[in-house]
C-alpha cells in the first residue's frame, strides 16, 4: 500500500491507496452515479489535441464546463492509456449491452471513428452504443460520423452551446443535440 497524506483544513487525513504499479488498468469504466452501474464507459483525454486531448471540435465554452479537465489521478492513466492506444480499440467487456462512447474526449481521426464503426457492426444486435460529439464541427472527420450514426445500434448526440451560429448548427440539423446546460436554446 502506498500512504497518500492529504492536507484538510482541520487537520492531516491519510488515505491509504493500493501499490498500482504492475498492475494493468482496464480500458473500461463501467458506470457512474449518473449512469448507472451496467453501462460500460470508454474515455480519453480531453481538451485540444494542441493540448495533449483529442477534442479537435472543441469550443471555448465546452473546454470551460469540461469536468474531465480536472479529473487526475488513476482516471486521467486510464484515458492517457485509451489515447495511446489511437484507433485500436480493445475488445468489449463481457457481458458489455450498453457503451456509452467518450465519459472525456472525443473522435479525434477517420480511423479512430472508422475502428468504433468496425465494433458497433460487429455487434449490431447485442450491445447498444450513445455518445455525444463536438467532432462533428470538424469537416474531414463528419463523413465518417455520419456513418457511425447511421448505424442501427448506435446514437450519437452533436454536443452544442451557445458560441455555435445557426450556420454552423445546419450542419447538424438532423442530429440530436445535447445542449450545454447555461445555454437558453436548451
Known amino acids: 500500500m ?7 483544513r482541520r487537520e492531516e487525513l ?19 452515479l449518473k449512469l448507472g452501474p451496467n453501462i460500460y464507459t470508454y474515455s480519453k ?11 479537435p471540435g472543441a469550443t471555448p465554452a465546452c473546454r470551460e464546463f469540461c469536468y474531465a479537465l480536472r ?6 492513466q486510464l484515458y492517457e492509456a485509451n489515447t495511446r492506444r489511437g484507433s485500436d480499440l480493445p475488445a468489449l467487456p463481457k457481458g458489455a449491452q450498453i457503451v456509452r462512447i467518450h465519459v472525456s474526449g472525443d473522435f479525434d481521426s477517420e480511423e479512430y471513428i472508422l475502428a ?5 457492426e460487429a455487434h449490431p444486435d447485442d450491445v447498444r452504443f450513445f455518445g455525444y460529439t463536438r467532432s462533428w464541427r470538424v469537416p474531414t472527420l463528419l463523413g ?4 457511425l ?3 442501427p445500434n448506435v446514437q450519437l448526440f452533436a454536443s452544442v452551446d451557445a ?15 445535447a445542449w450545454l446546460s447555461n445555454d437558453p436554446r436548451a
Open 14 to 32: 491519510v488515505v491509504y491507496l493500493p501499490d498500482t504499479r504492475g498492475v494493468e488498468i482496464p480500458p473500461w469504466g463501467r458506470g457512474n
Open 163 to 177: 458560441s455555435m451560429s445557426d450556420e454552423e448548427l445546419d450542419i447538424v440539423r438532423h442530429w440530436r443535440k
Open 45 to 55: 483525454l480531453p481538451d485540444l489535441p494542441t493540448e495533449g486531448g483529442t477534442c
Open 2 to 8: 502506498m500512504e497518500h497524506k492529504v492536507d484538510s
Open 116 to 120: 468504433w464503426v468496425r465494433l458497433a
Open 71 to 76: 479529473i487526475g489521478g488513476v482516471v486521467r
Open 144 to 147: 465518417s460520423l455520419e456513418r
Open 149 to 151: 450514426r447511421a448505424l
